[in-house]
């Protein structure tokens, strides 16, 4: 039980199957937001592997029973450096089927990072789309280069870029590097005019 005392404060009164839970209300095509912010890298990495690994058994199924029907999943990581380890590879296992099995399983990931040199090479290599803004380490840059070529020849615009909104954008569907600037959501309009 002493072991157990570093999750109290993460314990639910009413102690619910959260898992299934998440998994009907996806299937209703709901949009959950799971914040674990505040809590421990650790806990943050149990959770995220713990839903995923069900959100990927759960399509795979949908997939042999030929029941996806449109039921696409888009899931968004953010400060991925901490979910996605450079060095276990038995904890990003289920990221990388994720990258590279992904699509056939209507299952789409986005993470953001300020730190590519940080997340698993499996992930970025199977990386589609990128939006950069601003990378201050030259060691992060070349890594970027690195990996997708195209950034080659803008390492000094992803750099020295201080302009709030300002991407460099690398798409599937576009092979070349194109700035763009992204205006402030402002929070009052709901709808993309």
């Known amino acids: 039980p002493y072991q157990l005392r570093t999750c109290l404060p993460y314990h ?7 898992t299934q839970h998440i998994l009907s209300s996806l299937d209703e095509g709901r949009t959950l937001i799971i914040d674990l912010s505040n809590a421990p890298d650790r806990v943050v990495r149990y959770f995220a592997q713990k839903l995923c690994l069900a959100i990927f058994a759960e399509q795979e199924h ?19 450096h901490t979910i996605f380890p450079l060095q276990d590879t038995a904890m990003t296992h289920v990221y990388a089927r994720f990258a590279k099995e992904g699509a056939k399983f209507h299952i789409g ?14 992930l970025l290599a199977q990386t589609e789309n990128f939006f950069i803004g601003h990378l201050s380490s ?29 991407m460099q954008v690398l798409t599937q569907s576009h092979r070349y590097v194109v700035p763009m600037q992204a205006t402030l959501y402002d929070g009052r309009s709901l709808l993309l005019s």
């Open 12 to 18: 639910s009164p009413i102690a619910e199957d959260f």
């Open 138 to 166: 030259q060691q992060e840059v070349d890594c970027l280069c690195h990996l997708q070529v195209a950034f080659q020849g803008c390492e000094n615009a992803i750099r020295f870029n201080r302009t709030p909104g300002l």
């Open 109 to 122: 990931i986005a993470y953001a990072t300020q730190s590519p040199t940080t997340i698993n090479p499996d």
């Open 62 to 80: 949908k997939f042999k029973l030929n029941a996806l029907e449109g039921r696409y999943v888009q899931i968004y990581f953010e400060e991925a």
